[in-house]
């Protein structure tokens, strides 16, 4: 008894762990292109930065905080940030840059998430006047 114990303490135990891990993990390594496009209000932007967080759906505390960043640049006469080799899974993106229409900076987020895409894959990232 002593001995079924145990072993069937064992067997929980790796179950268990496999089957909280994540299936998806989000990062560098894959296959997927990232295209992003900085707006605000319908109005492109070009001095932008935008900050990629892997694994979350939340916003970092700190722009130190997240993974990888991209300037937004003229690309084929597209004003976007793009991010390349990226796998599967879960991102919150950040953007913040200046507007020169208000004059000021701006800035927002967004939660995505990748999975079974075809490349590239575009996004619209709305800004707003920053601390609003």
Not at 3 to 12: D, I
Not at 37 to 57: E, G, I, P, R
Not at 97 to 120: R, Y
Request: hydrophobic letters at 35%.
């Amino acid at each position: 008894m002593k001995y079924g114990l145990s072993a069937l303490t064992l067997v929980l135990i790796v179950f268990l762990s496999f089957g909280c891990r994540k299936k998806n993990s989000a990062g560098l390594g894959g296959d997927n292109e990232l295209q992003i496009t900085a707006k605000h209000h319908t109005v492109v932007l070009d001095s932008m930065t935008v900050y990629l967080k892997f694994n979350t759906q939340d916003a970092p505390t700190a722009l130190s905080d997240y993974d990888i960043q991209a300037e937004v640049k003229d690309y084929n006469g597209e004003k976007i940030a793009v991010f390349t080799g990226l796998k599967e899974g879960e991102y919150y993106m950040y953007g913040y840059g200046w507007d020169p229409f208000l004059p000021d900076n701006v800035e927002g987020g967004l939660p995505i998430e990748i999975s079974n895409e075809s490349t590239p894959i575009e996004y619209d990232l709305q800004v707003t006047e920053a601390g609003h």
